[in-house]
Nanobody
Framework: QVQLVESGGGLVQAGDSLTLSCAAS????????MGWFRQSPGLLREIVAA????????HYADSVKGRFTISRDNAKNTVTLQMNSLKPEDTAVYYC??????????????????WGQGTQVSVSS
């Protein structure tokens, strides 16, 4: 069983930065792509960023390109989302997720098997 625990959410002002972290346990972390998703009230959950198991390849939603950076530390079993230049439309519950082993289609939400409980990010204007 995989456990994912997010941390780092909060209330910030537009233009501020925030860092989300996800600690993973329960399987060999370095074998699985990881992703960050978000969901706002009334909207579908959307992928924000994803990273392959090596950390060498990443994918970003168009809405966050150039502002957000995903990274991972396979020695510490953690994945991080650095969010800069935050906008009110970034307000959402952010979820960490783990994909299937060595999945190459990690930009698709359909390959993610495990989810964290979510952390709220609120950006005021």
């Amino acid at each position: 069983q995989v456990q994912l625990v997010e941390s780092g959410g909060g209330l910030v002002q537009a233009g501020d930065s925030l860092t989300l972290s996800c600690a993973a346990s329960g399987r060999t972390f370095s074998e699985y792509p990881m992703g960050w998703f978000r969901q706002s009230p009334g909207l579908l959950r959307e992928i924000v960023a994803a990273i392959d198991w090596t950390g060498s390849n990443t994918h970003y939603a168009d809405s966050v390109k150039g502002r957000f950076t995903i990274s991972r530390d396979n020695a510490k079993n953690t994945v991080t989302l650095q969010m800069n230049s935050l906008k009110p439309e970034d307000t959402a519950v952010y979820y960490c997720a783990a994909a299937c082993k060595y999945c190459t289609g990690y930009y698709s939400p359909y390959v993610y098997d495990y989810w964290g409980q979510g952390t709220q990010v609120s950006v005021s204007s």
